[in-house]
Nanobody
């Protein structure tokens, strides 16, 4: 039974901050890369940030310098710290854990999503 559970969403004013958490169960989290995606109503799901098994991270250009992705393998969890939030960054944020074994065995696991609202 694999499950990813997001938490930490909510409503903030423009310029505010939120910290999202993604708790994994049913997998050995340290073996998985992890990413955060955002989806607004009527729009495609968009990659926001990604972190490898080794801890290397990358970000969408629009969030560089403001968002930080991290992981704590001992807690089977990943995180997204979001600072200076903008109204256009509202939406549902999903975490994704991805595993591949030399491209032969592949597995993607998605969370249910966390709602983020940015409004004044």
């Amino acid at each position: 039974q694999v499950q990813l559970t997001e938490s930490g969403g909510g409503s903030v004013q423009p310029g505010g901050s939120l910290r999202l958490s993604c708790a994994a169960s049913g997998i050995v989290f340290s073996r998985y890369a992890m990413g955060w995606y955002r989806q607004a109503p009527g729009k495609q799901r968009e990659l926001v940030a990604h972190i490898t098994r080794g801890g290397d991270s990358n970000y969408a250009d629009s969030v560089k310098g403001r968002f930080t992705i991290s992981r704590d393998n001992a807690k089977n969890s990943g995180y997204l710290q979001m600072n200076s939030l903008k109204p256009e960054e509202a939406g549902v944020y999903f975490c994704k854990a991805s595993y591949s074994d030399n491209g032969y065995y592949e597995r993607d696991c998605w969370g249910q999503g966390a709602q983020v609202t940015v409004s004044s």
